[in-house]
């Protein structure tokens, strides 16, 4: 009797063993993807928030495009499509790390998986206005934005530069037609259209968020350069809460 219970408790001890040392390496792989990936998403949404934060609040888009076919009209138009190509890349790697990781009920990856479901819907939802992308749309120009690299480690993966997005713009038709659709809606944003304007201002919002929760510090990206839209036109944007 004594015997069967003590391996009773025995084997209780190492099941509430095994659960720790299942919970820490769930905790310590979420806490590495966190890692890897906060710098480049990190400057990605800052990179696009930033874009969307000036074409609302100055005459970037109007200035720059209506110099005809110069290379001001071109940098303003395929870089704002890349900024939002970029964060996608970034997002969509992101989501291929993490769907074959049981890391949902951790709180530090949970609350960024949130976030960034939270700007997918944002992009996705069909309200007037330009920069609208289903869900499909994303995933696919985030594939279509990924390179990888040889690393002594293995192959790892990044994305596109601006040079070599232009490139493929330039040389591939099958790449470009995935992004004709973004390239076109530059000439729609409308700072004085409050309808058209709403996914931008929300969206915008929405990345300073994730620009917060990876660098809730400030160590990278300081206060002042975390405005958000919210308020155009009655007192001017708002600093991020």
Not at 21 to 32: F, I, L, Y
Not at 190 to 211: F, K, M, T, Y
Request: aromatic letters at 8%; glycine letters at 8%; charged letters at 25%.
């Amino acid at each position: 009797m004594v015997t069967a219970l003590l391996a009773y408790r025995t084997a209780v001890v190492q099941h509430r063993l095994q659960e720790q040392s299942r919970r820490r390496s769930r905790q310590e792989v979420a806490e590495d993807l966190f890692r890897r990936y906060r710098e480049p998403l990190l400057w990605s949404a800052y990179a696009l928030q930033s874009r969307l934060f000036n074409v609302m609040t100055t005459n970037f888009l109007p200035r720059q495009l209506g110099d005809g076919d110069s290379p001001e009209q071109r940098y303003a138009r395929d870089h704002t499509v890349y900024t939002i190509a970029e964060y996608l890349g970034w997002v969509e790697i992101v989501r291929r790390e993490q769907r074959f990781l049981d890391i949902g009920a951790v709180p530090l990856t949970r609350e960024l998986l949130a976030l960034l479901n939270r700007i997918t819907g944002i992009l996705a939802h069909n309200r007037p206005g330009p920069f609208q992308l289903y869900r499909g749309g994303q995933r696919a120009v985030g594939e279509l934005m990924q390179e990888y690299a040889d690393e002594p480690t293995g192959p790892t993966r990044g994305v596109l530069g601006y040079a070599a997005f232009c490139e493929r713009l330039d040389t591939d038709p099958r790449f470009a037609a995935w992004f004709a659709r973004l390239r076109a809606d530059v000439d729609f944003v409308d700072a004085d259209d409050e309808q058209g304007s709403a996914r931008v201002i929300e969206l915008q919002a929405a990345l300073i968020d994730l620009v917060q929760l990876l660098d809730p510090k400030g160590d990278r990206v300081p206060a002042d350069m975390r405005l958000k839209l919210a308020g155009l036109g009655e007192g001017g944007p708002t600093p991020a809460a």
